[in-house]
T-cell receptor, first 112, second 110 residues
Framework: GQQVMQIPQYQHVQEGEDFTTYCNSS?????IQWYKQRPGGHPVFLIQ???SGEVKKQKRLTFQFGEAKKNSSLHITATQTTDVGTYFC????????????WGLGTSLAVNP | DAGITQSPRHKVTETGTPVTLRCHQT?????MYWYRQDPGHGLRLIHY???????DKGEVSDGYSVSRSKTEDFLLTLESATSSQTSVYFC?????????FGAGTRLSVL
């Protein structure tokens, strides 16, 4: 079946270092989304990417969607302790189906 | 955050008892979802709804049923709870592909 692989599973950084998580889909996606879940919290929508090669920025966060629409990345510049949490990617493979295919998430820990 | 409310927030129950979790949204979203989240498994879809009385199974639907009699309410029922259903349950709603999550229900089945 369709899968979205997300790496790494865990990442531990010093505050101020950069962080990147990657998603790879086994099939072409119509769109991909990124969510953040703080420890003990619920997933919160961050951004959606739709176009091939699309790049979007939110302050220190940069999101990319691959040219083939099968991979995506989230890059955080100069991490802060507020970035701690699990980052999930979730994709959809078009059609009227509104189900998302979720990656397992990357848990980010930031040492102050 | 979107207006997604889950109840109860915590529940402890015994094996074999029925359990109903409630999700209420005030966004008039067409789509609603029930997920469970377990360590190492991420978010797994149990059931989802694409309209009133329109529901479909997700990847881990065995042992669960759902009902949606109104746009704003989506109920998840464990007909006979088992210990393997101990988990954190999240409800979400959405209009397009974006999903907005409730705060979750932590369920323990003893």
């Amino acid at each position: 079946g369709q899968q979205v692989m997300q790496i790494p599973q865990y990442q531990h950084v010093q505050e101020g270092e950069d962080f990147t998580t990657y998603c790879n889909s086994s099939t072409t996606l119509s769109n991909i989304q990124w969510y953040k879940q703080r420890p003990g919290g619920h997933p919160v929508f961050l951004i959606q990417l739709v176009k091939s090669g699309e790049v979007k920025k939110q302050k220190r966060l940069t999101f990319q969607f691959g040219e083939a629409k099968k991979n995506s990345s989230l890059h955080i510049t100069a991490t802060q302790t507020t970035d701690v949490g699990t980052y999930f990617c979730a994709g959809n493979n078009a059609g009227n189906n509104r189900k998302l295919i979720w990656g397992l998430g990357t848990s980010l820990a930031v040492n102050p | 955050d979107a207006g997604i409310t889950q109840s109860p927030r915590h529940k402890v129950t015994e094996t074999g008892t029925p359990v109903t979790l409630r999700c209420h949204q005030t966004e008039n979203h067409r789509y609603m979802y029930w997920y469970r989240q377990d360590p190492g498994h991420g978010l797994r879809l149990i059931h989802y709804s694409y309209g009133v009385k329109d529901t479909d199974k997700g990847e881990v639907s065995d042992g669960y049923s759902v009902s949606r009699s109104k746009t704003e309410d989506f109920l998840l029922t464990l007909e006979s709870a088992t210990s393997s259903q101990t988990s954190v349950y999240f409800c979400a709603s959405g209009q397009d592909y974006i999903q907005y999550f409730g705060a979750g229900t932590r369920l323990s089945v003893l």
